[in-house]
């Protein structure tokens, strides 16, 4: 979504882009948000070459939690932030991991 909204919005003028993305980002249209990046080969985490991190959160405050994952060249980390309202929000990593192993 982030690159068709992108292209999108690159003929418009900065104020009606604004309006637009405002528009884009509401919660009925996207109650979650996922974003990514991939790093050049300088940038290192936990000891090896950091090559991408992603995360899924929530803009609008309606869910109480944030999940991350980040990359190196052999390890892939998933790290949940979670109110303590959310008892089973820990469990996320490791449901994660057991649904990888059991596919390999």
């Known amino acids: 979504m982030r690159d068709a909204a992108r292209l999108a919005l690159a003929p418009l003028t900065p104020r009606l882009g604004e309006w637009a993305t405002s528009r884009m980002t509401v919660a009925q249209a996207a109650p979650v948000v996922a974003s990514s990046v991939t790093f050049p080969g300088a940038m290192t985490c936990a000891e090896g070459r950091l090559a ?17 994952f980040t990359r190196t060249t052999n390890v892939i980390r998933c790290a949940v932030v979670y109110d303590d309202a959310l ?17 390999a």
């Open 52 to 68: 991408a991190a992603s995360m899924f959160c929530d803009p609008h405050n309606e869910r109480l939690a944030f999940l991350s």
């Open 87 to 103: 008892v089973h929000a820990a469990d996320i990593p490791s449901h994660w991991k057991a649904s990888l192993l059991a596919d």
